[in-house]
């Protein structure tokens, strides 16, 4: 069974830009969360979505956002991007939440130069 | 707030010893428990997992323990071989709506 998919798995973009990551969950998974991983900080709760709502989010600047679709697919979006969101992006799919299972994807390496 | 401690930062072993990695948690209504091996340039790998309800698992040579009056839990790995060598994360979840992590292990095995 195919695993969770991140599109794509390298960015560079400029300060001031915006970015759309993309994250394939695994087939019948409905929830999808987000993370933010970097050396100093670690890996840092972005969102989660269910059933195309989301359901909780985490302590970051509303520049992050994100939405699910019906096939559970989920996109994450950063706009004006600054130096300090350059970072490992990572989804991770699940059946029901954060106390099931939950499968990472490979992540995608962003950086903003 | 919420939030999950880990130690040791960095672990070395020699192959064939055992290692040992503790977490401790804040939230008492934590009840799921994994544990992740993230390699250089993959994503995090669930490897094993324990529910509240439980003390103990075991898979081959990976085991978790858990004391929930003392909110600690633990990763074991016996046996070890160079292919262990990553970083390892817990995570504590309160509740379906978060998954709190620790600050990664760096377990390094010299053969």
């Known amino acids: 069974k195919a695993g969770v998919t991140q599109t794509p798995r390298y960015l560079i973009k400029t300060r001031g830009q915006q970015v759309t990551l993309s994250c394939s969950p695994i087939?019948?998974?409905?929830?999808v969360s987000w993370y933010q991983q970097t050396p100093g900080q670690g890996l840092q709760f972005l969102f989660e979505y269910f059933s195309e709502t989301q359901r909780n989010k985490g302590n970051f600047p509303g520049r992050f956002s994100g939405r699910q679709f019906s096939n559970s697919r989920s996109e994450m979006n950063v706009s004006t991007l600054e130096l300090g969101d350059s970072a490992l992006y990572l989804c991770?799919?699940?059946?029901?939440?954060?106390?099931?299972?939950?499968?990472f994807g490979q992540g995608t390496r962003l950086t903003v130069v | 707030g919420e939030n999950v401690e880990q130690h040791p930062s960095t672990l070395s072993v020699q192959e064939g010893d055992s290692a040992v990695i503790k977490c401790t948690y804040s939230?008492?209504?934590?009840?799921?428990f994994p544990w992740y091996k993230q390699e250089l340039g993959k994503g995090p790998q669930l490897i094993i997992d324990i529910r509240s309800n439980v003390g103990e698992k075991k898979d081959q040579r990976i085991a978790v323990t858990l004391n929930k009056t003392a909110k600690h839990f633990s990763l074991h790995i016996t046996e070890t071989q160079p292919e262990d060598s990553a970083v390892y994360f817990c995570a504590a979840s309160p509740n379906t709506d978060k998954l709190i992590f620790g600050t990664g292990t760096r377990l390094q095995v010299f053969p």
């Open positions: 939230d008492s209504a934590s009840n799921y």
């Open positions: 087939s019948g998974h409905r929830s």
């Open positions: 991770a799919s699940s059946f029901f939440g954060h106390n099931t299972e939950a499968f």
